[in-house]
């Protein structure tokens, strides 16, 4: 467990600059991350994927194209 304790302890006071300014990085994309999943995870409702939404993102296949031409 001491060890355990001396690497939290050492997370929050970095000893270096640059150590510093790892943890202040690394805690600004920590706070991106939980902001992102908060706003996008918030809602509790499944997106709706149908066909219609499938073609509008990767476009029509190449398989309805060929079968309306005959």
Not at 7 to 21: D, E, M, N, S, V
Not at 31 to 40: K, Q, T
Request: net charge positive; aromatic share 6%; no cysteine.
């Amino acid at each position: 467990m001491s060890s355990l304790a001396a690497f939290f302890a050492a997370g929050a006071r970095p000893p270096t600059p640059l150590a510093k300014a790892i943890m202040l990085v690394l805690t600004l994309k920590l706070l991106a991350i939980a902001g992102a999943s908060i706003f996008l995870f918030s809602i509790n409702k499944q997106p709706a994927i149908d066909p219609g939404a499938v073609s509008r993102l990767i476009g029509p296949s190449t398989l309805s194209l060929d079968e309306g031409r005959r």
